[in-house]
Nanobody
Framework: VQLQASGGGLVQAGDSLRLSCAAH????????VGWFRQVPGKERERVSC????????YPADFAKGRFTVSRDDAKNTVDLQMSSLKPEDTAVYYC???????????????WGHGTLVTVSS
């Protein structure tokens, strides 16, 4: 049972990038899925979250208008589409599951390995 985030890479400011969170061993559609990011030396922060039904998303203020989270239950994945990327978006991005899109990080589980996004200026 694990989650795997993928799709990171090196892009230029203004570019777009799509990250994917894949579940192995369980049905991702049974859970709310959060995307998070962390810069070394800083606290992990939530980027966005999508409800288990997929009908509601909860983007952070910095993500509104630029980042969109969506789920594909057929593929058992949740994607994070990022556009208009900025150098300050550089971080390791993680996905994790929860029963609801709560704001408390320790309530999320199955973090797995993240994927590095680097945005050059």
């Amino acid at each position: 049972v694990q989650l795997q985030a993928s799709g990171g890479g090196l892009v230029q400011a203004g570019d777009s990038l799509r990250l994917s969170c894949a579940a192995h061993g369980f049905t991702l559609g049974d859970y709310a899925v959060g995307w998070f990011r962390q810069v070394p030396g800083k606290e992990r922060e939530r980027v966005s979250c999508i409800s288990n039904s997929g009908d509601r998303t909860y983007p952070a203020d910095f993500a509104k208008g630029r980042f969109t989270v969506s789920r594909d239950d057929a593929k058992n994945t949740v994607d994070l589409q990022m556009s208009s990327l900025k150098p300050e978006d550089t971080a390791v991005y993680y996905c994790a599951i929860n029963t609801i899109c709560g704001t408390t990080l320790f309530a999320y589980s199955y973090w797995g390995h993240g994927t590095l996004v680097t945005v050059s200026s």
